[in-house]
C-alpha cells in the first residue's frame, strides 16, 4: 500500500474512527488525539501491513490500541468535571450536523443509543464494529485478538443485554 492510498484510505475512514474511538473514550479530546495519533503511527508503520486487503483492520486495531494506551494514561486521575461529563455524553451518541431530520433520527434511536452506551466495553465495542461499523466476525477477531467464537458468543449476549434493558425500559414508560 502506497502512503496516498492509506491517506485515502484514513479520509473514507474518518467517521468510522471517531465512531470507534467514542466507543472506548469519552472525551471528544481524548477520541481526537488517539486517531492523530493512529495516523501518525500508520504511515511509519506503513511497511509492516502485509495485505493491503486488510487495511482497514489494521487500521482500526492500530486506533484502539490508542485508545486503551490513553485509558490508561489517563485512568490514574479522574477529575469530577470529567466524571460529569462521561455521564452526560455517553448516554447518547452525538452526529455532526444541525438538520431537523437527523435530529429526529437520533430522538428515533435515543434508547437504542443509552441501551448500547450501557453495555459493557467487552460487548459494547464487537456491537459498534458489527452493526454501525460494517465489520464481519473475522475482521472484528482480528481487531479484538480474540477468536472467531467469542465475537459471536459477545455478540449473543450483547442482542440478549440490550433486548432485556430495551424491554425494562418499555415497561418503564
Known amino acids: 500500500m502506497t502512503r496516498e492510498q492509506l491517506g485515502a484510505l484514513i479520509l473514507d475512514s474518518e467517521r468510522q474512527l471517531y465512531s470507534t474511538a467514542k466507543t472506548i473514550l469519552y472525551s471528544d479530546q481524548d477520541c481526537a488525539d488517539a486517531i492523530q495519533d493512529t495516523i501518525v503511527k500508520a504511515f511509519l508503520k506503513i511497511d509492516t501491513l502485509k495485505n493491503d486487503k486488510y487495511a482497514r483492520t489494521w487500521l482500526v486495531r492500530i486506533l484502539i490500541n490508542e485508545c486503551y494506551s490513553i485509558l490508561r494514561k489517563s485512568s490514574k486521575l479522574v477529575s469530577l468535571e470529567e466524571m460529569n461529563d462521561k455521564g452526560e455524553s455517553g448516554s447518547s451518541m452525538k452526529t455532526c450536523g444541525g438538520a431537523d431530520k437527523e435530529a429526529e433520527k437520533r430522538a428515533d434511536y435515543a434508547e437504542l443509543y443509552r441501551a448500547v452506551n450501557s453495555l459493557k466495553e ?24 480474540i477468536t472467531e467464537g467469542a465475537v459471536q458468543k459477545r455478540l449473543a449476549r450483547a442482542r440478549g443485554k440490550l433486548r432485556m434493558n430495551l424491554q425494562e425500559s418499555e415497561a418503564a414508560i
Not at 465495542?125 to 460494517?134: C, G
Open 122 to 145: 467487552e460487548l459494547r465495542l464487537p456491537v459498534i464494529l458489527y452493526y454501525i461499523e460494517d465489520f464481519n466476525i473475522r475482521e472484528i477477531a482480528q481487531i479484538l485478538d
